[in-house]
């Protein structure tokens, strides 16, 4: 069974400090990997898809990197408006669950200004 | 284009009540899919849909039936509402394997 773990739960930052999300990962051969954003009342929106290990994807302030085992959210010098849940699914490459996105819990990012 | 539209955004049912939740998305994508979302749980697939007149059941089909006659609509119905259902509900888009999703604003519904 494929199986997406985030980590931390929460992150408060303050504005300016640079951090890291984590998200491990256990699929049945790898297809894609997603990162989202949602914020409060909203549909998660996407940020990224990942495929291969060593890859790396970068917008603005945000940079995702993969490997075989886990995928990292990269935020430098982030702003209030950054502050979101962030999101990370999985993709399997055959069988039964190639259709789906299987999601983690997601981490809530807060930036103090 | 509006993406994917989900009416209504909110909802409050009583138990054993019915309702449709409706899903249109003008992408012309051949996937769908009805997720739900609960607090301090990851997103988890109801039903999805690989184009039109297909559909098959996700990893929470119970208590959920969905139809798919045409490739912009994809309605979710709930028979004989219960509160286990109390949940946001998002539909979702996507060109097929490999490709990302795109969400609707989700419909919040609450089963009293």
């Known amino acids: 069974e494929d199986q997406v773990t985030q980590s931390p739960e929460a992150l408060r930052l303050q504005e300016g400090e640079s951090s890291s999300l984590n998200c491990s990962y256990t699929?049945?051969?790898?297809?894609?990997l997603f990162w989202y954003r949602q914020d409060p009342g909203k549909g998660p929106e996407f940020l990224f898809t990942?495929?291969?290990a060593g890859e790396e994807k970068e917008k603005e302030r945000l940079k995702a990197t993969l490997t075989k085992k886990e995928s990292f959210l990269h935020i430098t010098a982030p702003k209030p408006e950054d502050s979101a849940t962030y999101l990370c699914?999985?993709?399997?490459?055959?069988?039964?669950?190639?259709?789906?996105?299987?999601f983690g819990k997601g981490t809530l990012l807060t930036v103090n200004p | 284009n509006a993406g994917v539209t989900q009416t209504p955004k909110f909802r409050i049912l009583k138990i054993g009540q019915s309702m449709t939740l409706q899903c249109t998305q003008d992408?012309?994508?051949?996937?769908m899919y009805w997720y739900r979302q609960d607090p301090g749980m990851g997103l988890k697939l109801i039903y999805y849909?690989?184009?039109?007149?297909?559909?098959d059941k996700g990893e929470v089909p119970n208590g959920y039936n969905v139809s798919r006659s045409t490739t912009e609509d994809f309605p979710l119905r709930l028979e004989l509402a219960a509160p286990s259902q109390t949940s946001v509900y998002f539909c979702?888009?996507?060109?097929?394997?490999?490709?990302?999703?795109?969400f609707g604003q989700g419909t919040r519904l609450t089963v009293v």
């Open positions: 979702a888009t996507g060109q097929g394997v490999g490709t990302e999703a795109f």
């Open positions: 990942l495929y291969s």
């Open positions: 992408m012309n994508h051949n996937y």
């Open positions: 699914a999985v993709q399997a490459q055959s069988g039964g669950s190639n259709y789906k996105l299987t």
């Open positions: 699929v049945s051969g790898l297809r894609g």
């Open positions: 849909s690989v184009g039109a007149g297909i559909t």
